[in-house]
């Protein structure tokens, strides 16, 4: 189909199933969609076959900062994400306009690493282009418009989101989508890592592309195992939201970076290269030594590791128990433990912006002894995850939003697919 016959596509309803199964509504998703489309036709004309395509943001339910010591994690798609519409052009170039940015222009085949564009979109889409192009993939020219209201800096990885609804595009578009999910999400990793500059580890890129809630185990990150959880968070009563605590992750490389550096200097002293390797006995039969050859810092974002490692795998366990109320509690716990000791609740560079531990004071003085609260993704900036009693959600909505602004409360349901072509 043309543009114009997209458009009375969405109009005409004939999108609605898929709309419902990435959204659970279809009112604001046509709207949604028919304006990216007249974006779209305007900055590129009345364009044939077009393509649309769905990549979502993710929430981590438990593991934090745990992925990349190839610890588990339990993470879960969501109803937020970034779409794109899409249309092959003839002149070998590449062009992704996201709203709100400038258009990012790649000339087929110009895929090697630019150090000049570390930290901008055009390095993951380079990056993403040039492993597909490694993998054999025949790529060609292509025009495409871009929006999101995946919340950015939000801990909801819209990074994430943009590669992997990259990754989906080509896999479409010019591979006839043999490349699984799981190497979509690998090629987003290597991306964000090798051409953006960000020592990520895999699990944003796993929940966004997987979709649905899953269990995943980095032991071996080439070939993660990974479990699908059917969980209904509503049904126990709970509504999942993350309060957005207006920080941003832009200037906050280098603290994410001296996580996995620190802790990878204690896996070091301890003989491994990772801490999921690492032996727990000798861990904490040698803390002196460690602390001298790490500092205090270090030993206490291992401490984290070793403890939030565990507790994913009693999580899982109660999930698939149902045992709600005790899963909370080890949110809870995984909270505090990366307040007190992986400390990235706020960067030292900044110690008058602690958006997030005011956040959670609030919260936790709300909630009481109910529900449950704690850093959301990287931390240092960004957004709280809550476990709010449905039946008070309205009240804390009001409370927070009173300190942290219309809007900043965002309710999220977990979507049950991953990056995706609506059709």
Known sequence: MNINEIKSAIKNGEFDNSFNLLYGET??????????????EKLYGNSED???FSAPGRTEIGG?????QHGSVLAGSVNLDVIAIVALNADNKIRIKSKGYDMDILTVGDFEKNVKEEGKAISLIRGVCSRFADLGCDIKGFDAYTTSNVLKGSGLSSSAAFEVLIGNILNNLFNNGATTPIDIAKIGQF????????PCGLLDQ???SLGGFTYADFADPSSPVTERIDLDILKFGYTLCVVDTGGNHANLTQDYADITIECKAVSNALGVDFLRDADIDEFYGNIAELRKKCGDRAVLRAFHFLNEHSRVLEQRELLKSGKFEEFLTLVNASGQSSFDYLQNLYSTSAVNEQGLSLALALTKKFLGNKGACRVHGGG?????????????????KKMIEAAFGEGSCCVLNVRPVGGYEIK
């Not at 009112?27 to 779209?40: G, I, Q, W």
């Not at 934090?64 to 990349?68: G, K």
């Open 64 to 68: 934090n900062h745990t992925d990349h």
């Open 50 to 52: 077009i393509r649309i």
């Open 191 to 198: 991306a964000e890592r090798e051409f953006f500059g960000k």
């Open 380 to 396: 240092f900036a960004g957004t709280i995850q809550c476990y709010i009693p449905t039946e008070m959600l309205a009240d804390y």
């Open 206 to 208: 796993m929940a966004s």
């Open 27 to 40: 009112e604001n998703a046509r709207e949604r969609y028919y304006s990216a489309c007249e974006s779209f």
